[in-house]
C-alpha cells in the first residue's frame, strides 16, 4: 500500500481527491456508524410494511398491523363516552334546575354544553354568547322567553318561529306601518322610549300612551313590561334586541320583526339540548 | 491508487488498572454519584395526608415536581427553566477553569464505563490477561469469562434503568408491582431501553459514545482557552523520549561528554525549575542528574504506561486531542513511573496550555490561582450566583395562596337589564397546601363596584381542595348611576384572603364601562 498518500501538515491519510490544490483528509468514520445506517434503512422498509405508508392511486397502503390515526381517534371518542355515559344518564334523567354549581353533573354539562354552544349555536350568538343586534345577548338577566333551564332547554328544543317545529316558540307582532300614521308611529316611539328613559318629550309620549294602551299593552303590558307567555320583550328597561334608539324603534314598530331560530331538538341529543341550556344558565343571566 | 477505506472498525481498548491520587478521586465520585442515582428514590419526605411521601419525584400524572420541601408546580416552570440555565452557566464556568472535567469525573457515560471497566479486571484480569483473551479463541474458558462478565453487566444495567423510573413515581409501591408483573408497560419498556443503552454503551461503545455520539467534547474544546486547566504532557521535559536500552548505550557516550566538560571546568546545570502545579509536589530524587544526560534525553521513558491506561485509547503525548476526556488516568500512571525512575513527578500534568509554552521558553508558569481567576470565570461565577441568588429569593418569596385573574373581553362588558354594567373574570385559584381551604374573595377599588361569585349563591367563599386549582367565575358590576359604570377603565384589585390562616393574595385588573366601545 506504498500509494497511500499522506497529509504532511496533520499525519492523516488522504482519499487522493484533490480540488484546486486542496486535499481531501480521510478520517474514516466508525464502521458500526455504517451498520446503523442500514439498520435504520431495515427498519424504515419495516416501518412502511407494518404502518401505511405507500400512496397508491386511492388511498395509501394500510400496513399490515392495520394501524389508522382515525381509528385510534374513534376507538378514543368510545371509550370517553363509555367513560361519561354515567354522567350522561344522569344529565337526560335530572331536574335540570336542581343542579348545584358544585356538582360533577354541572362541571360536565358546562363543558359539554360549551364545546356545544361554540359548535352550534356561536355563529349568531357569539363565541361570548354576547349577541348581535336581532340576537339575544345570553348573558344579561333579560329573558324573553324565560331564563330558568327548562325554559331555556325548551327554546334550544323548539326553536323560536320555525316552520319545522310544531312546538317552536311564536310570537308575531303585527307591522304598525300598515295601520298607524307615520305621526302615530312617532308618538308611541316617544312613549316607548319614555318607559326607560327621562330624556324624552312628555307631551308626544302622552299622545302615544292611548294608541301603546290600545294596542300594545295587549302583548307588552300596561307598563311596557313585556310577557314571556308571548315572548314579548320588556320595554322598560335597559337591554334591547334590536336598539332602543328612536329611529331603530319606528323600524321595529313600522315593520315588526321575525326572528327566527332552529329547532336543535331535531339536531342534537336530549344530552346536549339540555347541556346547553345549563351551559348557557351558567353565563351569569341565568334565573 | 488504491481508495482509502471510508470506514475504520472499532480499535478494541484495554485500559490498565492504575492507582494514584486522580484514581483515587475518581472512585470517590463514581460511589457518592452512583449512591446518589440508586438511593434518592427510596429517602422518604412527609408532606402529610394527601400529598406523596417521596422526597424526590417527578409526578408527571399530577403536574408536581416534589424536591424535599420544595413542591414546584407547573406554572413555576421557570425554576426549573432557571436551574437548565444555571447548569449551562455550571458548565461553562467549570469549562473554562478545569476543561473537560465533567467528561472525564461525573459523566454518566464515564462513570458507568468505569464502572463496567472495572467489572471486566475483576472477572477476565487486568490489561494483558484481557489483550489475550481478546485474542484467544472461543473456547470454554472464554466463553465462560464473556458470559460472566455479560451477566454482571446486565445487573448493572438492570439496575440502571430500573432506578430511573423510581424517580417517577412511587418507589416502593413501584418496585412491588415490578416485581409481580403488575407495573405499567411504560416502565417495563423504560427499564428495558435504558437497560440495553446501559449495556451497550458502558459495555461495548465506550469512548464511541464520547468520540461520535455527544455533542458536549465539540461544545465544551470550543470553551477553552489558553489558561484553561487541562491535561497535557510537558513536551520540552519529556522529549526526545527513549526507552531504557537506548538511554544506556547514550549514556556511555553522554558521561563521557559530561566528564569531559567537567574537566573543562564547566558547572552542573540542574534544569527542573520548579513546579508548574502546586498540588502535585515536586519530587527531585535520587542523585543530581548529569546535564548531558538530561539534554539528550526527555525524562519520557516511552513505558507506554499513559497510552496504557487511557480509557480513550489515545497517546497524551501527541497533544491535546478531542478524544481526551481528561480523567487524569495518564497522570497517575506517569507520576508511578517519575517516581520509580526517580524522576519529578508532573510530567504528565494539569496545566494550562500558556504555562507549557512558558516553561519551554524557561519562564516560570503562572499559579493556578490565576488560571482560575480571571475575568471570564469571574463573569461566569457572577452570572451563575446571581441567578442563583435570584431562584433562592422567588422560592422564598412563593406563597402557598395564589390567583390569578383573566378578564373576559368576550364581549367587554355585559348590560343588565336595569342598566347596571357587568364585567366578567375567571379567576384561578391555586392551593397549594395538603389540605382543603376556604379562600374568601374581596375587592378593591377606588370605585363602587360589587362582586359576586358564580354559582355561590350570595357568599364569597370558594373550597379549593388540597393541592389543586380550582378556576371561579367572578362577576363585578356597577350600578347604572355609578361612574365606573359610563366610565372607559376602572382599575380594581380581586383579593382572596384564606380564612383559616389570614393569608393573602391579591391581582390588579381593569374593569370596562360603558366607553371602553
Redesign the interface.
Known amino acids: 500500500?506504498t500509494?497511500?498518500?499522506v497529509d504532511e501538515e496533520t499525519g492523516v491519510?488522504?482519499?487522493?481527491h484533490v480540488w484546486d490544490g486542496i486535499e481531501e483528509l480521510?478520517n474514516?468514520?466508525?464502521?458500526?456508524?455504517?451498520w446503523t445506517l442500514y439498520a435504520t434503512i431495515v427498519w424504515a422498509i419495516g416501518y412502511t410494511i407494518a404502518y401505511p405508508a405507500w400512496p397508491m392511486i386511492s388511498g395509501a397502503t394500510s400496513g399490515l398491523l392495520g394501524y389508522s390515526t382515525r381509528a385510534e381517534v374513534s376507538a378514543d371518542i368510545t371509550a370517553h363516552e363509555a367513560k361519561n355515559a354515567g354522567l350522561v344518564a344522569e344529565l337526560v334523567a335530572a331536574e335540570m334546575t336542581e343542579i348545584?354549581?358544585?356538582d360533577d353533573l354541572?362541571r360536565y354539562a358546562v363543558a359539554r354544553g360549551g364545546s356545544v354552544f361554540r359548535a352550534q349555536c356561536s355563529q349568531c350568538h357569539?363565541?361570548?354568547a354576547?349577541g348581535a343586534k336581532g340576537y339575544p345577548?345570553l348573558?344579561?338577566?333579560?329573558w324573553l322567553w324565560g331564563g330558568d333551564q327548562e325554559a331555556i332547554a325548551y327554546s334550544i328544543r323548539h326553536g323560536i318561529r320555525n316552520e319545522t317545529d310544531f312546538d317552536a316558540r311564536y310570537s308575531e307582532m303585527p307591522a304598525y306601518g300598515e295601520m298607524f300614521s307615520e305621526a302615530e308611529i312617532g308618538a308611541v316611539v316617544e312613549y316607548v322610549v319614555g318607559l326607560s328613559s327621562a330624556e324624552h318629550d312628555a307631551a308626544l309620549a302622552a299622545e302615544g300612551a292611548p294608541l301603546f294602551a290600545d294596542n300594545c299593552a295587549a302583548c307588552h303590558g300596561d307598563a311596557g313590561l313585556g310577557n314571556r307567555e308571548m315572548g314579548a320583550p320588556?320595554l322598560a328597561?335597559?337591554?334591547w334586541l334590536y336598539g332602543g334608539d328612536r329611529e331603530t324603534l319606528t323600524e321595529t314598530v313600522t315593520y315588526a320583526r321575525y326572528g327566527v331560530m332552529p329547532a336543535w331538538g331535531q339536531r342534537l341529543s336530549e344530552e346536549d339540548v339540555r347541556a346547553v341550556a345549563i351551559y348557557v344558565h351558567?353565563l351569569?343571566?341565568g334565573e | 491508487m488504491t481508495q482509502a477505506p471510508l470506514y475504520a472498525p472499532r480499535e478494541p481498548i484495554f485500559p490498565r488498572r492504575v492507582s494514584g491520587a486522580f484514581r483515587r478521586l475518581k472512585w470517590w465520585i463514581m460511589g457518592v454519584t452512583l449512591a446518589i442515582y440508586y438511593l434518592t428514590p427510596w429517602i422518604r419526605w412527609d408532606r402529610g395526608p394527601n400529598l406523596p411521601d417521596q422526597a424526590v419525584l417527578v409526578d408527571l400524572a399530577n403536574r408536581r415536581f416534589y424536591f424535599f420541601w420544595i413542591e414546584i408546580w407547573p406554572h413555576e416552570f421557570y425554576f426549573v427553566a432557571g436551574l437548565l440555565i444555571m447548569a449551562g452557566l455550571g458548565l461553562f464556568l467549570f469549562t473554562s477553569a478545569l476543561g473537560r472535567v465533567w467528561c472525564g469525573y461525573t459523566c454518566p457515560q464515564t462513570v458507568w464505563t468505569d464502572l463496567f471497566i472495572l467489572v471486566e479486571r475483576w472477572i477476565e484480569g487486568d490489561r494483558n490477561a484481557r489483550v489475550r483473551l481478546h485474542r484467544a479463541k472461543w473456547d470454554f474458558h472464554k466463553w465462560r469469562l464473556r458470559v460472566s462478565k455479560w451477566v454482571v453487566w446486565l445487573t448493572i444495567s438492570l439496575a440502571t434503568g430500573g432506578a430511573w423510573v423510581f424517580y417517577f413515581t412511587d418507589a416502593p409501591a413501584l418496585a412491588a408491582d415490578l416485581v409481580r408483573l403488575t407495573a405499567h408497560p411504560v416502565a417495563y419498556i423504560t427499564i428495558a431501553v435504558l437497560t440495553l443503552t446501559t449495556f451497550v454503551f458502558g459495555g461495548f461503545m465506550r469512548e464511541q459514545v464520547c468520540i461520535y455520539m455527544c455533542p458536549w467534547p465539540r461544545i465544551q474544546a470550543a470553551m477553552m482557552d489558553p489558561d484553561t486547566i487541562t491535561v497535557a504532557y510537558r513536551e520540552w521535559r519529556g522529549e526526545p523520549r527513549g526507552k531504557g536500552n537506548v538511554r544506556k548505550r547514550d549514556r556511555a557516550a553522554a558521561e563521557k561528554a559530561e566528564r569531559e566538560a567537567q574537566a573543562a571546568g564547566e558547572g552542573q546545570q540542574v534544569r527542573y525549575k520548579a513546579t508548574p502545579y502546586p498540588s502535585m509536589p515536586l519530587q527531585v530524587g535520587g542523585a543530581p542528574k548529569l546535564t548531558a544526560e538530561i539534554n539528550e534525553h526527555g525524562d519520557c521513558i516511552d513505558c507506554m504506561a499513559c497510552v496504557n491506561v487511557c480509557p480513550m485509547g489515545i497517546d497524551i503525548r501527541d497533544g491535546q486531542q478531542m478524544e481526551c476526556i481528561t480523567c487524569a488516568l495518564c497522570i497517575d500512571a506517569c507520576d508511578d513511573v517519575m517516581d520509580k525512575i526517580g524522576k519529578p513527578r508532573g510530567l504528565i500534568d494539569y496545566m494550562a496550555l500558556s504555562d507549557e509554552a512558558a516553561e519551554r521558553a524557561g519562564g516560570v508558569p503562572k499559579s493556578i490561582w490565576r488560571h482560575i481567576f480571571r475575568p471570564r470565570t469571574l463573569l461566569y461565577t457572577a452570572l451563575w450566583a446571581a441567578l442563583g441568588a435570584g431562584l433562592v429569593y422567588a422560592l422564598f418569596i412563593r406563597s402557598d395562596i395564589e390567583l390569578t385573574v383573566s378578564a373576559v373581553r368576550n364581549p367587554t362588558y355585559v348590560m343588565q337589564s336595569d342598566g347596571s354594567i357587568r364585567n366578567i373574570y375567571d379567576v384561578r385559584l391555586r392551593n397549594k397546601l395538603g389540605e382543603d381551604r376556604v379562600f374568601h374573595l374581596s375587592l378593591s377599588s377606588d370605585d363602587l363596584l360589587r362582586i359576586e361569585v358564580q354559582g355561590a349563591d350570595g357568599t364569597l367563599d370558594v373550597n379549593v381542595p388540597a393541592d389543586s386549582t380550582t378556576l371561579q367565575r367572578v362577576y363585578v358590576t356597577a350600578r347604572p348611576q355609578d361612574p365606573a359604570a359610563t366610565r372607559a377603565n376602572t382599575d380594581l384589585r380581586i383579593w382572596v384572603e384564606d380564612k383559616g390562616t389570614g393569608d393573602r393574595a391579591s391581582r390588579t385588573t381593569t374593569f370596562n364601562g360603558k366607553e371602553s366601545e
Not at chain 1, 474514516?28 to 455504517?34: A, D, E, G, I, Q
Not at chain 1, 348573558?139 to 333579560?142: S, W
Open positions: 500500500m500509494d497511500k498518500q491519510e488522504t482519499t487522493g480521510n474514516p468514520l466508525p464502521r458500526w456508524w455504517l348545584s354549581p358544585q354541572h357569539g363565541q361570548g354576547a345577548n348573558l344579561d338577566n333579560d320588556n328597561d335597559a337591554v351558567s351569569g343571566g
